[in-house]
């Protein structure tokens, strides 16, 4: 499967700095989920420099975990996603952001 992957460098409470990975995962009917992504330690992580980039990741290299939690605002029962990936690669199809593309 192909995983849209941005990062985003931050900083605990405590100083120590670290990257968090957001994916953009397309189910068979077209739509969209996006899910936190966890690399397992011996496959190592994608540098935050190369990406937003597409990997690609067999289904058998990762597990997809769902976490339920109830809307600070609303009360509304939500889930949020994590993807653990244990193997994955880069894919060699290009990000093309076209976000601003409507805008002069």
Do not use: Q
């Not at 100083?15 to 994916?23: A, M, R, V």
């Not at 989920?33 to 058998?60: M, Q, T």
């Not at 990000?95 to 409507?102: A, F, M, R």
Request: proline share 4%; net charge negative.
């Amino acid at each position: 499967m192909k995983i849209l992957l941005f990062a985003k460098k931050r900083e605990t409470n405590e100083g120590k700095k670290f990257t968090s990975y957001i994916g953009t995962l397309e189910k068979k009917d077209g739509s969209e989920l996006i899910a936190s992504v966890k690399f397992r330690e011996e496959c190592g992580n994608p540098k935050a420099e190369d990406l937003p980039a597409y990997l690609i990741v067999e289904k058998s290299d990762a597990n997809l975990s769902p976490r339920k939690y109830a809307d600070p605002e609303t009360g509304e029962e939500k889930t949020a996603y994590t993807l653990w990936v244990s193997r994955w690669k880069m894919s060699e199809e290009k990000y093309v952001d076209h976000s601003l593309d409507d805008f002069e």
